[in-house]
């Protein structure tokens, strides 16, 4: 009797040990997926806190030369505003992805299987996301076709971050990148010759 129970416990344990084997990359990558989502959701609603506290505008960022006609000739990028928004913007994703450590998500076992039906059944596996290295900040503009003779020049921040996502006992690193619009202009006429392109600069967090 006692070899019949021995037996099954060494089986059932084997079962365990497989379907974790199986099941634990799978639940890492949808935990991976879930905690990039969020901390995409976190950067994007830092900066867009920071653009609405500091009621940025396109003049603030770039200013425009004209001549005795009224015709831009020249275009320059005002860099000491654009370090000084992307050193607040910096600390406020750094905050953002801080307190995002803080909080725990679950994911219940049925998502494994991929069955909208299940997704939300089964036991219930902690997540943990925790922001590691540094918080990267690139200023970056595209000029677009807006019409006849117009065109519209955009400014946007790229964000990058790395985040490790742990499900005990096992963890993965996950870079999350974001291009956020920051402001924009139509441009009429021309655009001028000479522009002074925004420099490639990057902050970096602490």
């Known amino acids: 009797m006692l070899w019949v129970l021995a037996a099954f416990f060494l089986a059932l344990g084997g079962l365990f040990y497989w379907a974790d084997r199986i099941l634990r990359p799978t639940i890492l990558k949808i935990a991976e997926a879930q905690a990039v989502h969020m901390a995409t959701e976190a950067i994007n609603q830092a900066v867009r806190q920071e653009i609405k506290e500091s009621n940025l505008q396109y003049d603030d960022l770039v200013r425009l030369h004209k001549d005795s006609q009224g015709h831009i000739v020249l275009m320059q990028a005002d860099t000491v505003k654009i370090n000084g928004f992307m050193a607040e913007v910096t600390l406020d994703v750094q905050r953002a992805?801080?307190?995002?450590?803080?909080?725990?998500?679950?994911?219940?076992?049925?998502?494994?299987?991929?069955?909208?039906?299940?997704?939300?059944?089964?036991?219930?596996?902690?997540?943990?996301?925790?922001?590691?290295?540094?918080?990267?900040?690139?200023?970056?503009?595209?000029?677009?076709?807006?019409?006849?003779?117009?065109?519209?020049?955009?400014?946007?921040?790229?964000?990058?971050?790395?985040?490790?996502?742990?499900?005990?006992?096992?963890?993965?690193?996950?870079?999350?990148?974001?291009?956020?619009?920051?402001?924009?202009?139509?441009?009429?006429?021309?655009?001028?010759?000479?522009?002074?392109?925004?420099?490639?600069?990057?902050?970096?967090?602490?």
Not at 129 to 136: A, F, K, L, M, N
Not at 183 to 194: F, H, K, R
């Open 97 to 206: 992805l801080q307190e995002l450590a803080q909080k725990t998500f679950r994911i219940p076992l049925g998502q494994v299987t991929g069955s909208q039906l299940l997704a939300n059944y089964g036991p219930r596996i902690s997540v943990t996301v925790i922001p590691v290295g540094t918080v990267r900040v690139g200023v970056d503009d595209r000029f677009e076709q807006a019409g006849i003779n117009q065109t519209r020049h955009r400014i946007y921040l790229d964000l990058s971050a790395e985040v490790r996502i742990v499900v005990p006992p096992q963890s993965t690193v996950a870079l999350v990148t974001e291009k956020v619009p920051l402001v924009e202009s139509i441009i009429v006429g021309q655009v001028p010759g000479t522009f002074v392109q925004f420099p490639p600069l990057f902050k970096e967090s602490p």
